[in-house]
């Protein structure tokens, strides 16, 4: 009676713990279920922490890049700007040379009119020029004669002609070149003085 009581306590026990055991073994299953899907689940966010890193760097390398872009476009910009100001201060400086000019040229042209008109009044005409230089000619043509017949001639000769010799006739040519350059230099001052 008594080995029957502990048989069967004993099946009872080992029947206990076998459901205790199956529900060990289930929760075991669970857990490593669980710990696959943890597993899982760090793997893939290593894997996209990775991915992110490699976004993250390839990000700073286009901003940097981009960064680098704007420098050298705000430089571009800063060289076109004085380039646009030393031609507008170009354009200006040449407008202002040439108004100057033009009021030069303006002066110049009104004094050479004055000028003209001085000429006009002091100078004889073109006329009495010419025949002034006609004169002269004449004259050196006939110095030139006179001393052909000086080499030729007597003393008595030389002595009777005493009024056209070539001094005299050299003289007369000096008195008329004289007139002609004092009317060019006075010319020459009339243009030279001031208005």
């Known amino acids: 009676m008594v080995l029957e009581e502990k048989l069967t306590e004993t099946s009872k ?12 073994s289930n929760a075991l299953l ?3 279920k669980l710990i696959e899907d943890v597993n899982k689940q760090l793997t ?21 890049s981009l960064k680098y872009e704007v420098r050298v476009l705000e430089k571009e910009l800063e060289i076109r700007n004085e380039e646009r100001e030393f ?3 170009t354009d200006d400086a040449s407008h202002k ?11 110049l042209e009104s004094e050479c009119q004055r000028l003209r008109i001085l000429v006009r ?23 030139v004669e006179m001393r052909r017949r000086k080499l030729n001639a007597t003393a008595f000769m030389v ?8 001094e005299n006739l050299t003289r007369r040519i000096g008195n008329l070149t004289e007139e002609l350059c004092s009317m060019e230099e006075g010319k ?6 001031p208005s």
Do not use: C, Y
């Open 13 to 24: 026990r080992l029947a206990k713990l076998g459901v205790e055991n199956s529900h060990i």
């Open 30 to 32: 669970v857990k490593e």
């Open 87 to 89: 031609n507008r201060r």
């Open 44 to 64: 893939q966010m290593e894997s996209d922490f990775s991915a992110l890193m490699t976004r993250l760097q390839s990000t700073e390398k286009d901003n940097a």
């Open 159 to 166: 002595d009777s002609a005493v009024d056209d010799s070539p």
């Open 121 to 143: 009044k002091r100078l004889p005409g073109p006329a009495a020029l010419a025949k002034m230089k006609n004169e002269v000619e004449m004259l050196g043509r006939d110095s």
């Open 97 to 107: 040379q040439h108004l100057e000019s033009v009021k030069k040229i303006a002066k």
């Open 188 to 193: 020459q001052e009339s243009q030279g003085s």
